[in-house]
């Protein structure tokens, strides 16, 4: 079945740090791409996606590309604030058919000033 | 109509009694999906529907749910002698249709089961 696999948190990085969370997809078709992040006490939000190979998605200084060669959709952001800490979730979702999203476990990330 | 809505936010039930959750989705929206999320887990899929229509259930939905969407408006989730097992979160959310449509989630209710 398809599946995502996250780095395993948490993760703590200092203010201005560099931020990359890895993701790995598992499908059997061509799926869209999605990072959700869920901040304390708030519903999960759409942060970017990407729905084919090669597209980068772009969010808050937040970026992703899809990697069909290595089934990678990797997080990253090039300087933190203590505000983007949160649990940050990857997604699939199969592009044909009525399919539901498929997350991976998340990963928490805690930013100190 | 800003978002997804879900009712109640805190649900505290004694084990073995019956509950029901309500979500309210994006007015143009036509799929509404029920997720399941534990402590540090990510969101699992309980049930989907386009419309009225429930195309899809998980096999994590036991007979002790069920799901209804009447006239493809609010959604309702519905368990049945609750147990221990089944304090979670539970997520709804709603998209158009369409190749890479982001859903929106509603807030959640978070069950538990004493």
């Known amino acids: 079945g398809n599946s995502v696999t996250q780095m395993e948190g948490p993760v703590t990085l200092s203010e201005e740090a560099f931020l990359t969370i890895n993701c790995t997809y598992t499908a059997t078709g061509y799926p869209s791409l999605f990072w959700y992040v869920q901040y304390p006490g708030e519903g999960l939000q759409l942060l970017l996606k990407a729905t084919k190979a090669d597209d980068k998605g772009s969010n808050k200084g937040f970026e992703a590309t899809y990697r069909k060669e290595t089934t990678s959709f990797h997080l990253e952001k090039g300087s933190v604030q203590v505000s983007d800490s949160a649990v940050y979730f990857c997604?699939?979702?199969?592009?044909?058919?009525?399919?539901?999203?498929?997350f991976g476990k998340g990963t928490r990330l805690s930013v100190i000033a | 109509d800003t978002g997804v809505s879900q009712d109640p936010r805190h649900k505290i039930t004694k084990r073995g009694q019956n509950v029901t959750f309500r979500c309210d989705p994006i007015?143009?929206?036509?799929?509404l999906y029920w997720y399941r999320q534990t402590l540090g887990q990510g969101p699992e899929f309980l049930t989907y529907f386009q419309n009225e229509a429930q195309l899809e259930k998980s096999r994590l939905l036991s007979d002790r749910f069920s799901a209804e969407r009447p006239k493809g408006s609010f959604s309702t989730l519905e368990i049945q002698r609750t147990e221990q097992g089944d304090s979670a979160m539970y997520l709804c959310a709603t998209s158009w249709d369409g190749t890479g449509a982001e859903a929106f989630f509603g807030q959640g209710t978070r069950l538990t089961v004493v």
């Open positions: 997604a699939l979702r199969m592009s044909s058919g009525n399919t539901p999203l498929v």
């Open positions: 007015s143009e929206h036509n799929r």
